[in-house]
């Protein structure tokens, strides 16, 4: 599987590298702009839309790797999984088929958010609509060993079904409301990638369900594919960036790491396993909880944008974008190392 993680990093950092450009133009044409006002830190027009190269270097890559018949890529994709996840006729590419799907929905809703703006209720709707579709090819959380008696908890359909969507939408928006600055949300995302990668091929070696070991591979190589196209697409974002990549790119990337983690580490047995997203993803959750609580605390409607986030605070004392970018990218490399050593140690 070496060589397929390779040459799926390859072809996604290349096509996003690619089709940057590209969509800085294609955004410019028809006038998908962000513009300065006070709530936001640049002083320019500049272009949105950046989450279509991120779309493109993922999906693109995994289409490559499918038609070219990397290495077992499509072995692996016609595992069965029926009787593991309840769905008829069901393999791996079942998982991969709902991904494809829930992400062109967040895309499409994020190109029109970003074009002439979507209400929050809609916008909630239609990520819950994303959720179900995944739901339905059988990525969803069916339970979690505890971690303080070590016993297998299944959740009831009910319960799994709004977990599932909880959790989800919890990561879309999570990555949503830390995108504020150049090149932050992408490279935390980067980071967040390389440690799902590292965990995930670790889990590998020690788990004994063939199913899971299945599963884990295909959320291994996505990982590598998301970083690849994560990376290409920084090339362009981090200070001083050249192009946004919008609730297009925020959305897909909490909603890709999302289904990644329901279907990697929430579907083995170990009890450190419902943490180590939330410690690897910590920066953002941390900042969606406070912001939540803030605007809650300050009777403001939770979806208004504001301010008041952490890297809102260090602007306001003076740090440069570089500084609190770079800041946040170290802290978000140290939770990941943790969130390793608690793997290696579980």
Same mark, same amino acid.
């Given at each position: ?254 909603? *890709? $790491?999302? /289904?990644?983690? =329901? +279907? ?6 170990? @009890? &450190?396993? #419902? ?48 500084? *609190? $970018?770079? /800041?946040?990218? =170290? +802290? ?6 943790? @969130? &390793?050593? #608690?793997?290696?140690?579980?």
């Amino acid at each position: 599987m070496i060589l397929i993680y390779i040459y799926g990093f390859i072809f996604s950092l290349t096509l996003a590298l690619l089709v940057t450009p590209l969509v800085i133009s294609i955004a410019e044409r028809f006038n998908v702009m962000d513009k300065p006002d006070p709530r936001k830190v640049h002083s320019r027009m500049m272009p949105r839309w950046g989450g279509i190269s991120i779309y493109f270097g993922f999906i693109g890559s995994i289409i490559l790797l499918y038609l070219l018949k990397i290495g077992s890529f499509r072995m692996l994709l016609n595992f069965p999984i029926e009787k593991y996840v309840n769905v008829p006729s069901a393999t791996i590419q079942t998982y991969l088929t709902g991904i494809i799907i829930g992400c062109t929905i967040i895309v499409f809703l994020g190109m029109i958010d970003d074009k002439k703006g979507v209400e929050p209720l809609t916008k909630l709707l239609t990520q819950i609509i994303a959720a179900m579709v995944v739901l339905q090819y059988g990525i969803k959380i069916v339970g979690f060993t505890s971690p303080f008696t070590g016993s297998y908890i299944e959740l009831p359909i009910i319960v799994s079904t709004f977990i599932t969507a909880l959790w989800i939408i919890g990561f879309i928006n999570s990555v949503n409301l830390v995108d504020g600055l150049d090149g932050l949300a992408a490279g935390i995302v980067a980071i967040a990638g390389i440690t799902f990668f590292i965990v995930t091929v670790s889990e590998i070696n020690v788990q004994k369900s063939v199913v899971i070991i299945k599963g884990l591979k295909l959320v291994a190589l996505l990982s590598v594919c998301l970083v690849g196209s994560v990376l290409g697409f920084l090339r362009y974002n981090f200070s001083p960036a050249r192009i946004f990549m919008g609730d297009t790119g925020s959305m897909l990337l909490g909603f *890709i $790491v999302g /289904t990644l983690t =329901i +279907i990697g580490i929430l579907k083995t047995t170990a @009890a &450190i396993a #419902l943490f180590i997203p939330i410690i690897m993803f910590g920066v953002p959750i941390m900042d969606a909880g406070f912001t939540i609580v803030r605007r809650l605390f300050n009777k403001q409607p939770i979806m208004k944008a504001d301010k008041g986030h952490f890297h809102h605070i260090l602007l306001n004392r003076g740090w440069s974008q570089r500084k *609190i $970018v770079i /800041t946040i990218y =170290i +802290i978000s490399a140290v939770l990941g190392a943790v @969130a &390793i050593i #608690l793997n290696k140690g579980s």
